[in-house]
């Protein structure tokens, strides 16, 4: 009995060793799994659009310069990969400039998550900031748009840059990915621009539109319109250099 009593202490004591090893060893995988290379990938900003993200930073640091259009013989802005953990994306900042004249009322941004493509078929998010001029709250048929309540109005003037914290849409990205894959798995992410709306009422959604309240309808403005000076360097080249 006592060498059986001995065996199980013995046992008992090689099982705590090798629990204890096994936590710290677990401990160690885990902080390694954590700390993992993330991609930020920026659409390239071309010189109609409205408003261009000039850097995206995860906490207090810059992780990716804005990526901007440059003549086919140069070589694009590169993508700079960086390491961050499980909770990196909700530790992002986008930081988006008003390129124009006139203050910017809505802005909506698309997110989307290249591990998650399944055939055709990606995960996506559509994030939005202010509020709709209630003068143009009209979807593309021309009727009329209730109120959104969801999300406050932004100050985004002429020049100004914004910024953006995805921490306050975490719960809308993580039900956009999750159906595919768990939010902590995702290493990379592209993000973009996709529509402006102005105080005054113009739209940016690829082209320029203004509504027509008389034929209850939306109208393209000239290909080449933008409000402002889509030329003026002093906009144009911010995010050359990291804005602080």
Partial sequence: MAG??????GGVLLGVLVVA????????????????????HLGTAVKMQPVAIVKVALGPSTVQLGRWDKPARETPDPDTPFTGD??????????????????????????????????PMRAVCW???GVWPASTAFDGQGNPMPPNTL?????????????VHLADRIDQIKGAVENALPLAAVGAVNVRPVEAVFADGLRFGGLYQVFDPAARAWRWLKRDYFPGNPDDLRLWRVGRADPH
């Fill in 86 to 119: 499980d909770n990196w994306l909700q530790e992002l900042t986008v930081y988006v400039l008003n390129r124009t004249d006139r203050p910017i009322a809505f802005l909506t941004l698309r997110l989307d998550f290249r591990e998650t493509t399944v055939g």
């Fill in 21 to 40: 090893l096994g936590v710290h060893y677990g401990a160690t995988r885990s902080v390694a799994a954590a700390e993992l290379e993330r991609t930020v």
């Fill in 127 to 129: 994030l939005h900031w």
């Fill in 4 to 9: 059986r009593t001995s065996f199980l202490g």
């Fill in 151 to 163: 999300y406050g109005p932004i100050d985004f003037g002429p020049g100004q840059i914004l910024a």
